[in-house]
Nanobody
Framework: QVQLVESGGGLVQPGESLGLSCAAYGIIARYYPMSWYRQAPGKERELVGTISSGSRVNVADSVKGRFTISRDNAKNTMYLQMNVLKPEDTAVYYC????????WGQGTQVIVSS
């Protein structure tokens, strides 16, 4: 049974940094692309970025130059490093992957506020 578990959310001030983790269970995640999504209050869920099985990264234009995605295959974990955070980055962040069907994590809240 595949399970994705996010951690690392919290409250930060604008301009600060925060790192999120997504641990995968029940699967050898290294063979599959993984993604981060986010959903802000009152808005649709949007793609933040994706990391391929070969660790190639693509991120949305709205976070390019500030966010980066990485993975540690030994730990079966994907990371999202968020720098220069803005209030508009406030959202619930979700880990996502497809293995026959879509799997979502439970989400972790990020609040950027002074």
């Amino acid at each position: 049974q595949v399970q994705l578990v996010e951690s690392g959310g919290g409250l930060v001030q604008p301009g600060e940094s925060l790192g999120l983790s997504c641990a995968a269970y029940g699967i050898i995640a290294r063979y599959y692309p993984m993604s981060w999504y986010r959903q802000a209050p009152g808005k649709e869920r949007e793609l933040v970025g994706t990391i391929s099985s070969g660790s190639r990264v693509n991120v949305a234009d709205s976070v390019k130059g500030r966010f980066t995605i990485s993975r540690d295959n030994a730990k079966n974990t994907m990371y999202l490093q968020m720098n220069v955070l803005k209030p508009e980055d406030t959202a619930v962040y979700y880990c996502y992957m497809i293995l026959g069907r879509a799997y979502w994590g439970q989400g972790t809240q990020v609040i950027v506020s002074s």
